[in-house]
């Protein structure tokens, strides 16, 4: 059994960031909601856990709380903001409202030598973002750390293993975050470090062969970076017996269906079967203009086609594949387990969906559901799928249809493909596109007033967003010289027929989101 830390999620934003990181140490980290029962926790034989953050007051006894059982369980517990002060709490401390609320980046200054700040400088930057404070530490406790306006920014009961920060050290901007981490997971935790991604292939691969035995797999294959992964491993394990379902929406970028198409014919040994369903999308889409609107018929018809397609192939004694990932699952409000979760559904994930009630499979089969994205890459370089695929630009299960804003039609769907198509082609050539995150173009919905020759036009806008980030939560809007732009631009508006002007979006996210729908 590998060995694995747990983050008990109290409402955190950060809970994914922080089973990231302990991950990025080969350890393997779950994330499971506060209201997961003590007595599943004790099964699991963790050997840490990690109290999340979260936006309440723990002396408010509507917020999440925990049984203080835990705290005598005897194993290592690291808690987070809110979890710092929930250990306070439950261990017999005081936790108030604080003179003074601390945000953003702080000194703290290290008072007692302590196995957490173990290559830490005596003063350095940390992420505050609280509104109370420990007031009293709880008896067998003692203060290893602290800000100017912070008295208690880190504690410890050493004998117990219980240990707690104020701040955030799982972001980037705490200068040392990785390294005080790292200190728990193995200096305090005993962690070995010994899940990769090589054992996770082979150990997947037996598991698949072993639960489908001579069986039949399908799989729902949109051409993304997760269901291709999928697709490799599932492939390496039964081979033949596996046939990929793709759905064209006639929503994807210029010539991805093909792409997409040839490399898994190609690569791997399976049965591939295209549907190819634009015109049928474009009707249903006729008249839609409000997003949330648009998701969820891209999301029932491609599943309805979807369905439709294997219904007669699903005879009750084949398996069911797809490649939902481990942030789908929390965001789903699914987490690692069916309880309840307290963080908020951000958007429907289409891996998510129902199997109708009129098709039998022996089960639902998902490689990925422990995996997050970056983890998915590096199973895909390994399983020697095409560097296109694998490092995929983020591309929304909707496809253009949220890239598109208003009515979606063919013919704004072809100016869009073929923008962005200049714009990926313009970052591959001249090598700036590894400073991106995530690059495309928005078909803006607006009309300007151009001069062509001698000419007046009156043509489209379109919009280039690119971004860098280093977990998606927050996002920076990217700073691509401006001669770049220019050569993009130029192209674009010569290229392209019904476009005659180019905007560069330029907010961050928050306040804006990624996509703009």
């Not at 960031?17 to 926790?41: D, S």
């Not at 104020?166 to 200068?175: D, G, M, Y």
């Not at 027929?497 to 961050?508: E, H, K, L, Q």
Request: proline share 4%; with cysteine.
């Amino acid at each position: 059994m590998k060995e694995s830390i747990l983050v008990l999620d109290f409402g955190g934003q950060y809970n994914q960031l922080i089973a990231r990181r302990v991950r990025e140490n080969n350890v393997y980290a779950e994330i499971l909601p506060y209201t997961t029962p003590i007595e599943q926790i004790k099964q699991k034989n963790y050997k840490g856990i990690i109290f999340t953050g979260g936006p309440n007051s723990v002396y408010d006894m509507s917020s999440p709380h925990y049984p203080k059982e835990i705290l005598s369980l005897g194993v290592p517990i690291l808690g987070i903001c809110y979890g710092c002060q929930l250990m306070a709490w439950m261990a017999g401390g005081a936790v108030e409202t604080a003179p003074v609320s601390e945000y953003g980046k702080i000194e703290l200054k290290i008072k007692k030598e302590s196995i957490l700040f173990d290559g830490v400088d005596d003063k350095s930057t940390v992420w505050m973002s609280h509104t109370d404070f420990i007031s009293r530490v709880p008896d067998g406790f003692e203060v290893t750390a602290l800000t100017y306006d912070c008295p208690c920014a880190a504690m410890e009961n050493r004998e117990r293993k219980l240990y707690a920060v104020q701040f955030h050290p799982e972001v980037t901007h705490t200068a040392f975050g990785k390294e005080m981490l790292k200190n728990f997971i193995f200096g305090v935790c005993g962690c070995k470090g010994d899940w990769v991604m090589d054992s996770f292939i082979d150990e997947t691969v037996n598991s698949l062969k072993e639960k489908i035995g001579d069986k039949q797999v399908i799989l729902g294959l949109s051409g993304g970076v997760d269901s291709s992964v999928a697709a490799g491993l599932l492939s390496r394990a039964v081979g033949k017996q596996l046939t990929c379902v793709f759905v064209d929406q006639g929503l994807m970028r210029k010539d991805e269906g093909d792409f997409v198409e040839q490399t898994f014919t190609k690569l791997f040994d399976m049965d591939f079967v295209r549907v190819n369903c634009g015109d049928v999308f474009l009707e249903k889409l006729k008249g839609v203009t409000d997003p949330e609107a648009k998701r969820k018929i891209i999301s029932e018809e491609f599943y309805k086609v979807f369905w439709d397609e294997i219904k007669s192939r699903a005879k009750g004694d084949a398996f069911f594949a797809q490649g939902t990932i481990y942030p789908d699952r929390i965001e789903s409000g699914k987490g690692a387990t069916d309880g309840e979760s307290q963080t908020s559904v951000i958007k429907t994930h289409h891996n998510m969906g129902k199997i109708p009630d009129d098709v039998e499979f022996l089960g639902v089969i998902e490689p990925l559901g422990d995996l997050f994205k970056d983890e998915v890459r590096k199973v895909g370089e390994k399983l020697g799928i095409p560097k296109e695929l694998v490092w995929r630009q983020p591309f929304p299960g909707p496809g253009l249809g949220v890239r598109i804003i208003g009515e979606i039609t063919k013919e704004k769907i072809e100016i869009l493909q073929n923008a962005d198509f200049v714009l990926r082609d313009e970052m591959a050539k001249n090598g700036y596109e590894k400073n991106l995150s995530q690059f495309f173009c928005v078909f803006t919905g607006s009309k300007a007033v151009g001069v062509m020759g001698d000419h007046r036009t009156y043509e489209n806008v379109i919009a280039i967003r690119a971004v860098t980030t280093d977990d998606f939560m927050t996002a920076d809007w990217a700073r691509i010289p401006f001669d770049i732009l220019a050569k993009v631009s130029n192209r674009i508006t010569n290229e392209v027929a019904g476009v005659n002007r180019i905007v560069y979006d330029i907010t961050s996210k928050p306040p804006g989101t990624v996509e703009w729908e």
